[in-house]
């Protein structure tokens, strides 16, 4: 996605079910290297022998299809099936892989502005589908510290004992959780991290 990690979930928890359905085809190895993201998503490309093997028959995708996790169909409109779209919503599902497909072919995505180099055609069977939903990554506000990491009650002393780093401190991100700056959360983490085991050691001295 195009967008910072928190729009994702609460584009799903706005739909009906509070869900959201990604589909990729069989063209996976080749986009996930043609991507080449950055951050967290490049753990996909990293683990790419992992997800799908040498064929995507022995791959931990195939095992996610056994488990009925990973819907799995040679044609969109079994695909649709078998992800439990009918009637209007699954002439939209189909109506909208072609769509896409369509934008993929002019090299423009005209409805969403989605950057053409992240974007990947769904035409080479077998076709894969799945459900998401929300899920908790992180506190975007943040617990309030001092310069000691120590944690801040509600009267601005530090709570005894309790420290914070990372995502969960400080107020960092505000209200979101941008991806343009890849690693930006790694360095911040570590680096206070370890000042706030110096302060438990009581060997940090600023």
Known sequence: MSVP???GPFTAY???GRVL???FDSNFPEDVTRFHTLGCSAQTRQQLPRFWGETGAEGEIEQK???GLIMKADTIEELADKLGFEGESKQNFIATVARYNVMYEIGQ???FGKEFYRMSSITKPPFYGSWYGASLLTTCDGLRINEKMQVMGTDYN???GLYATGDCSGSFFADNYPELLPGVACGRTLTFA???VRQ???TDER
């Open 65 to 67: 299809v056994q488990e």
């Open 21 to 23: 359905c990604q589909i």
């Open 194 to 196: 370890l000042k706030a």
């Open 200 to 202: 438990i050691n009581g």
């Open 5 to 7: 990690y928190n729009d």
């Open 14 to 16: 706005s739909q009906k």
């Open 109 to 111: 995505d005209e409805d």
């Open 158 to 160: 530090p709570i005894e």
